[in-house]
């Protein structure tokens, strides 16, 4: 199921897919990195929409239409904070990505773009982040056949060669 996943390095909000996930936090009412370039480049009725979902617990995922991005809808899924990895964190991250890709499939989404969750702010171990990422989208990807296209998109290169080599382990 690796054949459906692409990586690229640069800005997610630039992506014309069916849906670009956020990194969020639980009020989902925007913040700094990932989240602030989305919010900004969505324009500001993603946060008047946004006020309407009463928040999203960590570890799950809600999904707005992408307003002015090129991007249809946004998927924003809310990380875990890194504690040192024995608070269930891992569990956690897997499910951002399950619970992403679990909303796109309902909606008949065929192509979705993730940035690296947690690995800003929340401070989650890039390799270990990556490798999750992979492993928890490819489990999926096998299972559901509606989704043909994730790209993993990462800012920078540290974590485009983390997500290299996560996939490169599970090929
Ligand atoms: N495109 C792709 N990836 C990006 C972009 C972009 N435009 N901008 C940053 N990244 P972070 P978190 C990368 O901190 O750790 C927010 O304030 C960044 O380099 O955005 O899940 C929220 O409101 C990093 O690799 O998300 C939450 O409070 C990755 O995206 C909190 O931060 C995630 O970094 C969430 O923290």
């Not at 989240?35 to 009463?54: F, M, V």
């Not at 990380?79 to 499939?105: N, V």
Request: proline content about 4%; glycine content about 10%.
């Amino acid at each position: 199921m690796s054949g459906k996943i692409t990586l690229l390095q640069g800005d997610i909000t630039e992506l014309k897919v069916d849906a670009i996930v956020n990194a969020a936090k639980n009020s989902l009412l925007g913040g700094g990195g990932v989240d602030g370039a989305i919010h900004r480049a969505a324009g500001p009725k993603l946060l008047e929409y946004c006020r309407t979902l009463n928040g999203c617990e960590t570890g799950q995922a809600k999904i707005t239409p992408g307003f002015d991005l090129p991007a249809a809808y946004v998927i924003h899924t809310v990380g875990p904070i890194w504690h040192g990895g024995d608070q269930g964190e891992a569990d956690l991250l897997a499910s951002c990505y399950r619970e992403s890709l679990k909303l796109a499939a309902e909606q008949g989404l065929k192509s979705v773009a993730f940035p690296a969750i947690s690995c800003g702010v929340y401070g989650y171990p890039v390799q270990q982040a990556c490798e999750i990422a992979i492993n928890a989208t490819s489990q999926f990807l096998s299972k559901d056949s509606s989704i043909r296209k994730v790209i993993f998109c990462a800012f920078d290169k540290p974590v485009h060669q983390a997500l290299m080599q996560a996939l490169d382990s599970q090929k």
